[in-house]
């Protein structure tokens, strides 16, 4: 199974401890492979809604039009036995794609064109660290998966 996560921006060097730390933890189950892509540009002299259409237009240009789950504080709410099932099913695709939003939020057209919309929480997460939760989960559905326990 390939695994792709596209989000805009990079990881913050607080974070690339436990970034690395799950990576490795999943290539024993699956490929993985997280897409930076571009911010859509500056705060101070752009809209809200010119970044977040910029960002959505270069994570669909990278999805190729393959469709994807896209990580959404409005979405559904999953307990990890349900992630784990979406994960099963992905994997009889052979592939799993997720959209995380960047520092402002989602564009409208990602949310649109999304197979399925995953709250991590009803709290809010900064895009990065919505990354590790979701590698974190990745990791989990796995062990769930094999019937392995988890405990780290």
Do not use: C, W
Not at 35 to 52: A, M, P, Q, R, Y
Not at 134 to 152: A, P
Request: proline share 1%; net charge positive; glycine share 6%.
């Amino acid at each position: 199974m390939k695994i792709e996560i596209f989000i805009p921006g990079k990881i913050s060097r607080h974070l690339k401890e436990a970034f690395d730390f799950y990576l490795n933890k999943i290539k024993r189950f699956s490929k993985i492979k997280v897409i930076f892509t571009k911010l859509g540009g500056d705060v101070n002299t752009l809209s809200k809604e010119v970044i977040l259409k910029k960002e959505a237009e270069d994570i669909l240009k990278k999805l190729n039009g393959k469709e994807f789950y896209l990580i959404d504080l409005h979405g559904q709410k999953l307990d990890s036995i349900q992630f784990s099932k979406i994960l099963e099913e992905q994997k009889l695709n052979g592939e799993m794609n997720l959209v995380i939003g960047g520092p402002l939020g989602i564009d409208e057209e990602l949310i649109n064109k999304a197979k399925k919309r995953i709250s991590l929480s009803d709290l809010t997460f900064t895009h990065e660290l919505a990354l590790i939760l979701v590698l974190e989960q990745i990791f989990r559905g796995f062990k769930i998966l094999n019937n392995e326990k988890y405990h780290y």
